[in-house]
């Protein structure tokens, strides 16, 4: 799956990561002294280099032959989820899971030559409070222009320490006028939980990234619906990329009455178990929506979800991604992630390159989600809007009406299969 959104000062995932936090351990064979060949040999090319090598750039240094020696190593093992990160590519990755960072709150649209493109304001935050709105064009950011800075570039220099000020030049085409707005950084919050009733019988559920600690907004979203009256649950994991371990255990459990919700087994081939846990909330109909997007920590779930026939998957084959990684921080704080076990479904299943079949396939060859981002405290509204005029721009007029008009056909057909459901209850 391709994220084009961005937002302000976090990358977010792409490959469905879960992260654990023990730490491997290696052996003495494995030490130094059994290494001192190579590494003789590495640093000997490193002497090569800085003496001889003709650039276009400034000299390089030993911690930037360092890193890209570190990078080409990850890459050698032949495994997409294993990254070496610099400080600043760990910090980023550690904001994402964690859901905060510190900014201005706004999720941005960036294509080369063009200034970014506000997609929405993120709620209660600086540039939502200063009245940024969906479609405004932020010209310069401290009277730099935006048009050659790509996206990186631009979140960096958004992002920053809270407390300080960033100023943005900002260009709102309905009133043709362009003007500067200072905004005061601070900790922004992600939300990747939403919920909302359908009719008065069902309750939809959407999990957007297992972030740390996501389990306390699940919760508080599902028993609000079970107070409002919802006697099913949609549970909404389409594009969902993974993320904690523990999270995507804790959810399970919510919908699971007993037994293991998921296995990892490393490279001693030694198993561990991770059972339910917490509060179960009954025994409704449940639906799950999933699609190629799903992965990682969305497939544990809708993994346990299936081996004990609790409830319908509906939408197209998940991801198929059934690692888990580690996260280890490094002396100078660079760090590693890497792939250390793979999990295992209740029943004993791999889905590792394989992902899950939905019971009821339900294909969406459009892409209704294209423009749905992983941040849902933003305006719903203005975000449609602003997918709607970029399936304009890729698709064409005619072919645009028609994935518009269309709708969401998964979702649709999850609210069909669930009222056949609560009728028979």
Do not use: C, W
Not at 109 to 128: C, G, W
Not at 249 to 264: A, R, Y
Not at 368 to 387: A, P, S
Request: net charge negative; no cysteine.
């Amino acid at each position: 799956m391709i994220k084009l959104l961005r937002n302000t000062g976090v990358a977010l995932l792409l490959s469905g990561i879960m992260i654990v936090n023990t730490v491997p351990s290696y052996s003495v064979d494995n030490g130094f002294i059994a290494n001192i060949k190579e590494l003789k040999e590495l640093s000997d090319i490193m002497n090569i280099i800085k003496e001889n090598h003709v650039g276009t750039e400034k000299d390089p240094t030993n911690t930037t032959l360092m890193q890209g020696a570190l990078k080409g190593m990850m890459e050698s093992l032949d495994d997409p989820h294993s990254n070496y990160f610099t400080k600043e590519e760990l910090e980023s990755f550690k904001e994402d899971i964690e859901g905060k960072y510190a900014g201005v709150g706004m999720v941005i649209q960036k294509k080369a030559d063009e200034p970014l493109i506000v997609v929405s304001p993120i709620e209660d935050t600086p540039a939502y409070l200063a009245g940024i709105r969906a479609k405004d064009k932020i010209i310069a950011i401290d009277g730099e222009s935006t048009y050659k800075l790509t996206s990186e570039q631009s979140v960096k220099k958004l992002k920053g320490e809270p407390g300080t000020s960033v100023k943005l030049t900002v260009y709102r085409e309905e009133a043709k006028e362009t003007k500067d707005v200072e905004l005061k950084r601070s900790i922004i919050q992600l939300k990747y939980v939403k919920s909302k009733m359908i009719g008065k019988d069902i309750g939809y559920l959407r999990l957007t990234q297992f972030g740390e600690d996501v389990y306390k907004d699940v919760r508080k979203d599902l028993e609000g619906l079970i107070k409002k009256g919802a006697k099913g649950i949609i549970l909404d994991l389409r594009s969902n990329p993974g993320g904690s371990l523990g999270q995507a255990v804790k959810i399970s459990s919510m919908f699971i009455p007993e037994g293991k919700i998921v296995s990892t087994k490393g490279k001693t081939g030694d198993e561990e178990i991770a059972y339910r846990e917490g509060k179960y909330f009954g025994d409704f109909p449940l639906i799950v929506l999933i699609n190629e997007g799903s992965a990682s920590a969305s497939e544990i779930v809708s993994g346990a979800i299936k081996d004990y026939k609790r409830g319908i998957l509906i939408g197209e084959k998940s991801f198929g991604k059934g690692s888990v990684q580690t996260l280890l921080p490094l002396p100078d704080g660079d760090g590693i992630k890497l792939t250390i076990a793979k999990y295992y479904t209740p029943s004993g299943v791999s889905i590792h390159g394989k992902g899950i079949e939905p019971d009821i396939l339900v294909e969406e060859k459009d892409d209704f989600l294209f423009f749905n981002g992983f941040v849902t405290n933003i305006n719903e509204d203005e975000t449609k809007e602003n997918r709607n005029e970029i399936i304009k721009e890729v698709k064409g007029e005619e072919e645009a009406k028609k994935i518009i008009s269309k709708g969401d056909i998964q979702l649709d057909k999850a609210v069909e299969e669930m009222n056949k459901l609560l009728e028979k209850k």
